[in-house]
């Protein structure tokens, strides 16, 4: 089947990329001649990495990029069986694409969008055939990221889910279903890892480097919440977090931090400038954390619940599948464990009273206890009972 690519910036080069990878012929379109040309080079600079590494031979090196083909007009994409788009995160902008991609594709092409925040329902709503649009979200770089989310909409029907669902898992990916609901699964629960480090710095509790410790080396995660938002850019993460708040209706759950805006405003992006929560420059002396380990587990615990609670109400409200939250979080994020596994592991009767605690000091919602973690406490209940057997 070929594969049609709309969009060659950072995410549509990626996915290019993977789909050629697995042997599909692609055809990759931009209106911007210079990302095409840039995309080109960035590909056979991957290429000849990858070849230098031994991952790849030069012969399949060159099967990769001859499979890829480039261009700029939407008919291009006549004999595609899939088409994916990554243009600009503009709904008015995506509608449009898909209403003209509908009268070039054959009846039976699946259209999806790479979005990370618009609505599915949405940009389906733009197309005649409704059912065949799906949200296929690769997480950036997307040949690295193993996780890509699907998301049907409320018009997609199930063959075309189960169609994109078994095309992207045989492209060596680990897909999972999530509801149409801003920041699908993994950019709505990690909103704490963030959010919640950036008030207990606002609080006067702990500075930067510590909070990053505590979450690397007690947490054990693999960068540290400050690390990871410059390593993301303050700006591109606050403005997903600005995102998924405004599509909660205000949810206090979701609160951006001044901190984190101010950076962004000030052009402290992060390692792309050279200075965020960190000074970059060369030679730069950054502060030490302090050790503190019972103050480092307090800060753990206030970040972990509320990770937990969030992973819970996900579940609660049907985003996915219990399975399919642990796994995004670990494969889509490298989170050490799956929160409700955690969860399970920790007790949820302690969660529950972790969420209590915050909730009795603070008295504002964003501290309010899942009802589900509420309920599963109140019958002694995990989430995995099976793992946790084995676990004991
Ligand atoms: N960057 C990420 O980390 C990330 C991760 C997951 C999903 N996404 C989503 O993927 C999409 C693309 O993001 P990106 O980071 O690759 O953006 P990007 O700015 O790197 O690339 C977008 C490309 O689309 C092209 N383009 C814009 N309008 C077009 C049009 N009408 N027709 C053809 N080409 C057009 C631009 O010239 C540009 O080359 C967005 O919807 C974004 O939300 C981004």
Known sequence: MKIGVLGAGAMGSGIAQVASQAGHEVMLLDTNADALVKSKAKLEKVMNRLIEKGRVTAEEATGIQQRIQYGSALTEFKECGLVIEAII????IKKTVFSKLESIVADNCILASNTSSLSIAAIAAACKHSHRVVGIHFFNPAPLMKLVEIIPAIQTSDA???????????WKKLTVV????PGFIVNRIARPFYGEALRIYEEGIAEPATIDWVMREIGGFRMGPFQLMDYIGNDINFTVTETVFKAFWYDPRYKPAFTQKRLAEAGYLGR???KGYYDYSEGAANPEPDRDETKGKAILWRVLVMLINEAADALNLNIASKEDIDTAMTKGVNYPKGLLQWADEIGIQECVEGMDDLYDEYREDRYRCSPLLRRM????QHFFPTKIKQHE
């Open 272 to 274: 792309k400038t050279g």
């Open 377 to 380: 406490a109140a019958k002694n």
């Open 160 to 170: 075309v889910l189960q169609a994109a669902r078994d095309l992207v898992n045989s």
């Open 89 to 92: 995160e503009n709904l008015d």
């Open 178 to 181: 999530a509801k149409d609901t």
